[in-house]
């Protein structure tokens, strides 16, 4: 079903034991429904045999467990990845339009002109067939070059991209160029610029050639596509005013996650993952022999502080179980996040301790006092730190005879244990020599300041154990960018579209009134000979500029308002409306619009009225 899946190197049978100590575990279930069955109807038979299996199995499926959710494949494959992908669509399809836009008005004022050797080639008795073939020539040439140019930016722009992506976007080994997007893309730019290319030129062509001569001789311009051009200015900047405002909602959302404390200080951590085979590591005690042989060679490494270990990376998601609390119905459980660690655990990351105490080095045998400790969303359980203390708690099905109490002997401080800004899950530590989870070690060692331990790293575990695969040696400020991965490229991305509108549109603008001045030479001749000053001049067409601005900023802040509501999933700790948002976007466009007009604006500043007033 899947054989196009290509990270994936081997298939094998997934192979379930029965086994007494098994405290549950959450599987993955794919099959394709029967024709005309919904998945409404699927569901529905699905939980008529789940209560079924429910009632016949009391002791192993208890009324707490959350049951079986249905759910199409694709929804899973894309998952949390759906409303990213619509805004880069919607992202990309407002940079189209903006170019096409540029497209449009390049080509209008490329015919406008040429109208007059247009009109002598017809004087001289050149066919209308002839003059259109030679526009569709040169429109074509244009969009091939303009074709070439952007696959060869297309090809690098995605393996760029491709490299910023976080791991979690599905089938990511798989996103390249796509034949069908590139031939759609060539499509549309050669569309476009032969439309445009023919528009601005079908009107001068069924005019007669005399009448041509004399429009070209004008002083003025042409009103309709003087408001055509100036139409498409406008669009262009409230399809930028749109892209700006997401791209700094994503930026204010990266910048508060990146602030948002984790619990403990990340400097100067290094941490490994080691693979750990069942064969050799199935088992608490061999676990324990391990961690004292890790803690004990990589502490006497130079530079090193201190060592300890644990199951999982703070930071990233631990497994979650379900316990009961000793003196309540067994029926009531909750869900927590599960912590095996190692001694010196929280002294080696400086998580701080609310109550109580941590957990020992003795802690850790296998035949030692069954002891936890839980974070602060835990103890608020039990009413507090003070009140959780003492307490004991049943990891599991919260059954007689399937798991020991275990006390509550510390509170600890809150840690993130995922994406910085999601909740705060109840966490549960316990000692790596009690409770023995997956076949994962991580190593978590502070250090004197910067020192690179590398190199050493490897050879002090090789010497140990030479089958320990040592893989991701990371530094814990590496593994908390990674945390907000998504959220830096989710920024990354759609600033760069916003960039590149705003680019466009700058020159969209610029190309504008640079047209207009040159249109309007005689015009500036006459005011300056009526004696406007020069600053008057660039006042002019700098006001032009900003006017044309201003009124796409207001369509555009407009349809922000009511579009901007799709990335609420995407933010955090920053209102979809905030007016801060609005005031930064239009600041930007006004100095833009600014040093795009004062361009064309100097250049009619330097006309000199005598032979503007001779111009044609």
Not at 21 to 35: A, I, S
Not at 176 to 200: N, Q, T
Not at 357 to 375: Q, Y
């Amino acid at each position: 079903t899947f054989t196009d899946e290509p990270t994936v190197d081997l298939w094998y049978p997934l192979r379930l034991r029965a086994d007494p100590r098994d405290r549950g575990w959450n599987y993955t279930v794919m099959g394709r429904l029967r024709p005309g069955v919904t998945l409404a109807q699927a569901q529905s038979d699905t939980d008529r045999l789940f209560q079924q299996f429910q009632a016949d199995n009391p002791q192993h499926v208890p009324r707490t467990t959350r049951g079986i959710r249905l759910i199409r494949f694709q929804d899973f494959l894309v998952s949390d990845m759906r409303t990213l992908l619509l805004v880069l669509l919607f992202a990309v399809g407002l940079v189209l339009l903006i170019a096409c836009g540029n497209v449009a008005n390049l080509l209008l004022s490329r015919s406008a002109a040429r109208q007059r050797d247009l009109a002598i080639r017809s004087a001289l008795g050149a066919s209308t067939t002839h003059l259109a073939r030679q526009v569709v020539t040169e429109s074509l040439l244009l969009s091939v070059i303009g074709c070439i140019a952007g696959v060869v930016l297309a090809v690098i722009g995605v393996r760029t991209l491709v490299a910023l992506i976080p791991g979690e976007l599905p089938r990511l080994a798989s996103i390249a160029v796509d034949a069908r997007a590139l031939g759609f893309a060539v499509l549309i730019s050669m569309v476009v610029g032969l439309a445009f290319g023919l528009l601005g030129t079908i009107r001068l062509l069924k005019a007669r050639p005399g009448d041509a001569l004399k429009a070209a001789a004008g002083t003025g311009i042409d009103v309709a596509r003087h408001r055509l051009s100036n139409a498409v200015v406008v669009a262009q900047v409230a399809l930028s005013v749109i892209l700006l405002t997401g791209a700094v909602l994503l930026a204010a959302t990266f910048v508060k996650l990146r602030g948002i404390p984790v619990g403990f200080d990340t400097d100067n951590i290094v941490t490994v993952q080691l693979p750990l085979s069942a064969a050799t590591f199935g088992s608490a005690p061999a676990v324990a022999r391990l961690d004292h042989d890790l803690i004990e060679r990589i502490g006497a490494i130079p530079g090193v502080a201190s060592v300890t270990t644990a199951s999982s990376i703070p930071l990233e998601r631990g497994p979650n179980f379900i316990f009961g609390i000793e003196g309540e119905p067994p029926e009531k459980v909750n869900y927590v996040e599960l912590r095996p660690i190692g001694p010196d655990y929280f002294r080696t990351l400086g998580i701080p301790l609310r109550a109580g105490r941590g957990l020992s080095t003795a802690s850790g045998a296998e035949d030692s006092r069954p002891v936890v400790v839980v974070n602060e969303a835990l103890a608020r359980l039990f009413g507090g730190s003070a009140d959780a203390l003492g307490r004991r708690i049943i990891i599991g099905r919260a059954t007689p005879g399937e798991d020991v109490p275990r006390e509550i002997v510390g509170v600890v401080s809150n840690v993130a244990d995922g994406r910085p800004g999601t909740r705060l899950f109840p966490t549960l530590y316990i000692p790596r020599g009690q409770f023995q989870f997956g076949g994962l070690a991580a190593v978590l060692i502070r250090t004197n300041g910067a020192v690179p331990i590398a190199p050493e790293l490897r050879r002090v575990i090789q010497a140990i154990d030479p089958q320990l695969p040592v893989t991701n040696i990371r530094s814990m400020n590496d593994v908390a960018s990674t945390a907000v991965a998504q959220q830096r490229f989710n920024m990354v991305l759609i600033g760069i579209f916003a960039a590149v509108a705003l680019t466009l549109t700058i020159v969209g603008l610029y190309g504008l009134l640079s047209y207009q001045v040159a249109q309007r030479t005689r015009e500036v001749g006459v005011r300056m000979a009526l004696g406007a000053s020069r600053t008057d001049v660039l006042g002019i067409v700098v006001f032009r500029g900003v006017l044309l601005t201003g009124a796409g900023m207001a369509i555009g802040m407009a349809a922000s308002l009511g579009l901007t509501r799709f990335l609420t999933t995407l933010l955090f700790g920053v209102s979809a409306t905030s007016p801060w948002v609005f005031f930064t976007v239009a600041g930007v466009l006004l100095v833009v619009a600014v040093l795009a007009s004062a361009i064309p604006g100097r250049r009619a500043m330097s006309v000199d009225p005598v032979i503007a007033l001779r111009y044609e």
